[in-house]
């Protein structure tokens, strides 16, 4: 064995990419070169999509032609609309949206073919695919019927006129265009990194977003974001903030380690495998849920966010992470706490095909080694031989 384990392969180089920067020690973080504060708001999710794919930022000429692939691939498929009207109105939204893209997947025109022209295909069609679902199901588990949007609009727009069924106001859908940019790509987290491990079997791309989107639900990854709204709306009060964080802290003594990884007895929206200061990406969430909160008389729960981060500081060293203000940002949008993730896989998908594609042009199975812990190399016969004469020895006792 070459390389020693590490838990969770901590601190592992797993591949080579060249879309995504995390600068963990600094909480910085880049798309291509450009740091993410200056990235976040200055373009259209559109834009850094194309940047994130394609590698540089794109002309007018090629910007007004990304848009217009999107705008193209719109369009909910009649299999998928139906399919989620047969869902139990219950059904976890990233279940949803996991299940349509499979389905999807056997409707594509291009599902035998991942040739790079294919590959882009499906990816515009992913882009639009995932907002769509998101969207639809919203509204067919709220008791309404999934609507048609206006053509031409921002990406940003065009989901939100899905969810609400009428156009959003441009500060509205300016900010969620922000939010959708600040989640789009973030280099080998894990549900991009169970989207590389597909592709480099050499499995479609659709299939592959269905594992990155299995991946993204579980609560140590974008999961978090919905438990960090529900424990927010939990506290509900500012003044129970610093006790809410002590109790939750302070079950945590006397627990086993395997205990202490319940998300029970951890506070979601704090601590990350890479960074060790507060990222960019939660500095410009924690501006935007301050400034949404006023406008939109939410402030009560900026207000305990701010108690519980300040809680944290004062007992931990761990990190605000990306989940934890963006949930006060969904939650001033209107957005219910099972919803929020499915926003960060609207957002996502964009990080999600670019490494597909990088993974598609330049592929290599993946596939480490598991450092054996179990038993030694033993003989079945002699086990089984050892067995039969102790079971003959006590039925001759008895
Ligand atoms: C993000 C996360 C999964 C990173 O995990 P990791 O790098 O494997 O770190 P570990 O789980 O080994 O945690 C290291 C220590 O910090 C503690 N810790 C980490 N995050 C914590 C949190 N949010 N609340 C309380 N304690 C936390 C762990 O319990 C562990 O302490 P222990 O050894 O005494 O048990 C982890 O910080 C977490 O579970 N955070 C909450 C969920 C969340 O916000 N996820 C979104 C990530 S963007």
Redesign the pocket.
Same mark, same amino acid.
């Given at each position: 064995m070459e390389t020693a384990w590490k838990a969770?392969l901590?601190d592992v180089i797993a591949a080579r990419s060249a879309i995504c920067q995390v600068d963990g020690a600094a909480g910085k973080l880049y798309y291509r070169g450009y740091e993410i504060g200056e990235v976040a708001g200055a373009i259209p999710f559109e834009d850094v999509t194309a940047l994130l794919w394609h590698g540089e930022l794109p002309s007018p000429a090629a910007s007004a032609q990304f848009a217009s692939r999107l705008e193209t691939a719109r369009g909910l498929p009649a299999a998928v609309a139906d399919l989620l009207r047969t869902l139990p109105r219950d059904s976890h939204p990233l279940d949803a949206l996991r299940t349509a893209v499979s389905l999807a997947a056997t409707g594509d025109p291009d599902v035998r073919s991942s040739d790079p022209e294919a590959n882009l295909r499906k990816a515009f069609r992913l882009m639009t695919l995932v907002p769509e679902t998101v969207a639809a199901w919203q509204r067919i588990r709220t008791g309404r019927t999934p609507v048609a949007a206006s053509a031409s609009v921002s990406h940003a727009a065009y989901f939100l006129e899905l969810l609400e069924g009428r156009a959003p106001s441009r500060e509205v859908a300016r900010v969620l265009d922000l939010v959708l940019t600040l989640h789009a790509d973030h280099e080998l987290n894990a549900s991009t990194f169970a989207a590389r491990v597909g592709v480099a079997t050499l499995t479609d791309l659709h299939a592959a977003i269905v594992a990155a989107i299995a991946t993204l639900k579980g609560?140590?990854?974008g999961g978090?974001n919905e /438990?960090?709204l529900a424990m927010l709306l939990e506290i509900g009060d500012p003044a129970r903030a610093e006790s809410y964080v002590e109790a939750r802290?302070g079950a945590?003594a006397g627990l086993s380690?395997h205990e202490?990884?319940d998300?029970r007895?951890?506070?979601?929206?704090?601590?990350?495998?890479v960074y060790r200061v507060d990222d960019a990406r939660a500095r410009v969430l924690r501006g935007m849920a301050k400034s949404m909160a006023e406008a939109t008389g939410r402030q009560k729960l900026f207000e305990v966010a701010e108690r519980v981060s300040d809680a944290m500081r004062a007992r931990?060293t761990?990190p605000v992470?990306? /989940?934890?203000f963006s949930a006060v940002v969904y939650d001033a949008l209107g957005i219910p706490p099972d919803f929020c993730t499915s926003i960060f896989a609207v957002g996502r998908v964009a990080g999600w095909c670019a490494h597909a594609l990088e993974q598609f042009a330049d592929n290599r199975l993946i596939r480490p080694r598991a450092e054996y812990v179990g038993a030694a190399p033993r003989s079945l016969a002699a086990d089984q031989r050892r067995r039969t004469e102790t079971s003959m020895a006590s039925s001759s006792k008895s």
């Open positions: 969770g901590e609560p140590r990854h978090a /438990d960090v802290l945590r380690k202490r990884g998300p007895v951890r506070v979601p929206g704090f601590g990350h495998r931990t761990l992470n990306v /989940d934890f």
